[in-house]
């Protein structure tokens, strides 16, 4: 029987707390997360079936001060395990779990990772949006030639999935605010 595995799985940068479910998820069936890297390949090893919490932490930030940075949660408990486009992965047996223990003890600490979020990733992809796709895909709609049609579709696609992470950041933002406030 194999000792590892390696699962393809895509997660948006709003969906930390699927992802961190997922990693869970495969812990309790005896597959312990190793590491994930920039293609979306998650990387197993077997061991026993137990419950143990994931969880992401985004702040780049932090690692300017790595050192303390993961000490801090290893004071905590948190088992350090790597950084992955800007997300820091933590685990920690749901036994040695002081109740409903996160990474983000209140709210104010879960909307100060969004906002991370939004400046590390959001603004840049803005920046493309506004100054690469949409003057490009303006151009060429107006070529008629066959490179022109090649890239207009190329642009129209680029457009559709970067307004598709606008919005699904958007809705994920708003439904997150709209919860601090109930």
Not at 99 to 105: Q, Y
């Amino acid at each position: 029987m194999k000792n590892t595995k390696t699962e393809v799985r895509f997660f948006t940068i709003t969906e930390w707390e699927k992802e961190q479910d997922y990693l869970r998820q495969q812990h309790q069936k005896g597959w312990k997360f190793v590491r994930v890297n920039f293609i979306g390949l998650y990387h197993f090893e077997k061991c026993e079936p137990e419950d143990v919490i994931y969880q992401l932490d985004y702040n780049p930030e932090g690692l300017e001060h790595k050192e303390e940075y993961v000490q801090m949660f290893r004071d905590c408990g948190w088992e350090y395990l790597q950084d992955y486009v800007g997300y820091s992965y933590f685990r920690k047996a749901a036994a040695l779990m002081d109740g409903e223990e996160e990474i983000f003890c209140d709210d104010a600490s879960r909307a100060d990772m969004m906002r991370r979020v939004f400046k590390g990733r959001m603004i840049p992809l803005f920046i493309v949006f506004f100054l690469l796709i949409l003057p490009n895909l303006y151009t060429q709609f107006q070529n008629d030639s066959l490179e022109g049609r090649i890239l207009s579709a190329l642009f129209l696609l680029l457009f559709v999935i970067y307004l598709s992470i606008f919005v699904c950041f958007a809705l994920r933002f708003r439904r997150f605010y709209k919860s601090l406030h109930e």
